[in-house]
């Protein structure tokens, strides 16, 4: 059976390094905290043609979500989604802009690089997603510019929001490649994790509040 496009990306990163799992010694975060999983699709950038192949993935997931033409702006997260938002506003020969994380102390003080406007509709590009809160100050300078946001991509999925992100009531699509779902499967099929290796990996998402 021939195997879908979550999985087909779970195997991706997997193989990139993009998704480590170290259970034992596990990896200890900004916030202090120790995880038995660390992901960095930043990664991915560094082989072309597995990028290539996520990204028109990405496309097509973007389509089954929203109407291609009803997207005049691609914008990308800094850093780590500004190569995405690049690589998809290149395929789909859509203007692209970025969004820093605030605004420059310098100069014109511009949050939002490129040119971005109240008459656009724009989908936002990220590398994840884990509950979101690192996408409300790129969602909130879109708001500002009187722009509509069409959706959030991002390569991977936590899972602790799935389909839907609320901002300002409304109900924003989120579209990704790939989730804990589909890596650990995956990672089991591999041999790269045992049973127990997932059950500890398991509990420890479902203490971060993902769903699946």
Partial sequence: MPKNINQQAAEILLDLKCINFSPKK??????GKKSPVY????????????????ID????KISNKIKLSDITNIAGGES????????????????????????????KNSQIEGLMSKRDKVLLVEDLMTDG????????AIYKEKATITGIFVIF??????DFFSFKKKKINIIFLT????????????????LN????????????????
């Fill in 26 to 31: 596990q990896f200890k975060l900004t916030s």
């Fill in 39 to 54: 992901c960095d699709c930043r990664r991915i950038i560094s082989f072309p043609d597995e990028c290539k192949k996520l």
């Fill in 57 to 60: 993935f990405g496309v097509k």
């Fill in 80 to 107: 780590a989604g500004i190569p995405f938002a690049a690589l998809i506003s290149n395929k789909l020969k859509t203007p692209m802009t970025y969004i820093r994380k605030e605004r420059k102390k310098f100069g």
């Fill in 133 to 140: 809160g690192s996408k409300l100050n790129f969602l909130n």
């Fill in 157 to 162: 999925n936590y899972g602790i929001l799935n």
């Fill in 179 to 194: 989730s804990w779902k589909y890596v650990l499967e995956s990672a089991f099929d591999k041999k790269i994790l045992n």
């Fill in 197 to 212: 290796e997932i059950k500890l990996i398991e509990n420890f998402l479902i203490d971060m509040g993902v769903k699946n």
